[in-house]
C-alpha cells in the first residue's frame, strides 16, 4: 500500500520558472521530511516540518506541512539548474510506517538553462 | 566526515552468485537501514536494525540477509543473486529511531545476469 502520494511524478520546465510538488497521504504523520537526490548520489535531507499548517524557507524553497498532518508541499521559486533531481517526502509516525519512515516515490525535477 | 560509506560502488554477478554489501557509518548513529530504489518503485525498506545486536525485516525481505556487527557496521548478504535483485542500494543511518531524520550513503549499483 503507497501511503504516501507524490505528485506530478516528472516535471520538466525552464530556469526561471516556479514550481510546487505535492506530498499527500490518507494518513496522519507526526512529521514529514522532504529530501533531494542526485544523480548517483543516496537522498540528502533538506527540512523536517513538524506542526500542522507549519511553513519553512530555505532560501528559493518554501516547505508546507498541511494543517491536518496528511500532506506537504514544495514550492521552488525561480529555479535553477542546479535544483535539478529527485525530490522525495518521507512520512514518520503514521499508519503502517512500523516505527521507520515511510517514502513516497518521488517527484524528478529537471531545470533546463 | 565521512558520513555513510558503502562498498562497493558498483557490481555486477551471475544468477545464483552471492555477495555481501558493506556500510559503516562515523556519527555514532544506533539506527541502521538498507533500501533498495528500482524505477517507479522509490525507496523500499529492505531490513533495519534499531540498535547494536537488533535486526527486523523491512517491506521486501526476502533474498536477503543482514548483520549488524557493530555499531558502525551493518552489512547487506544475497546468499544466491537473482536477477529481480538488480537495483540500486542505499544504506542509511539515523540517530535515535526510525523516525529521524536519515542520512544516506551514496549506492551500490548491482547488476545480476
Known amino acids: 500500500t503507497q501511503l504516501l502520494e507524490q505528485s506530478p511524478q516528472f516535471l520538466s520546465i525552464q530556469e526561471g520558472e516556479n514550481l510546487t510538488v505535492y506530498c499527500n497521504s490518507s494518513?496522519?504523520?507526526?512529521?514529514l521530511q522532504w529530501y533531494r537526490q542526485e544523480p548517483g548520489e543516496g537522498p540528502v535531507l533538506l527540512v523536517t516540518?513538524?506542526?500542522?499548517?507549519e511553513v519553512k524557507k530555505l532560501k528559493r524553497l518554501t516547505f508546507q506541512f498541511g494543517d491536518a498532518r496528511k500532506d506537504s508541499s514544495l514550492h521552488i521559486t525561480a529555479a535553477q539548474p542546479g535544483d535539478t533531481g529527485l525530490y522525495l517526502c518521507?512520512?514518520?509516525?503514521?499508519?503502517?510506517?512500523?516505527?521507520?519512515?515511510?517514502f513516497g516515490k518521488g517527484t524528478k525535477l529537471s531545470v533546463k538553462p | 566526515n565521512a558520513g555513510v560509506t558503502q562498498t562497493p560502488k558498483f557490481q555486477v554477478l551471475k544468477t545464483g552468485q552471492s555477495m555481501t554489501l558493506q556500510c559503516a557509518q562515523d556519527?555514532?548513529?544506533?539506527?541502521m537501514y538498507w533500501y533498495r530504489q528500482d524505477p517507479g518503485m522509490g525507496l523500499r525498506l529492505i531490513y533495519y536494525?534499531?540498535?547494536?545486536?537488533?535486526?527486523d525485516k523491512g517491506e521486501v525481505p526476502n533474498g536477503y540477509n543482514v548483520s549488524r556487527l557493530n555499531k558502525r557496521e551493518f552489512s547487506l548478504r544475497l546468499e544466491s543473486a537473482a536477477p529481480s535483485q538488480t537495483s540500486v542500494y542505499f544504506c542509511?543511518?539515523?540517530?535515535?529511531?526510525?523516525?529521524?531524520?536519515?542520512?544516506f550513503g551514496d549506492g551500490t549499483r548491482l547488476s545480476i545476469l
Open positions: 536494525s534499531a540498535s547494536e545486536g537488533t535486526t
Open positions: 494518513s496522519v504523520f507526526s512529521s
Open positions: 542509511a543511518s539515523s540517530g535515535a529511531g526510525g523516525e529521524q531524520p536519515q542520512h
Open positions: 556519527m555514532n548513529h544506533n539506527s
Open positions: 516540518v513538524v506542526t500542522g499548517g
Open positions: 518521507a512520512g514518520a509516525g503514521g499508519g503502517g510506517s512500523q516505527g521507520n519512515l515511510i
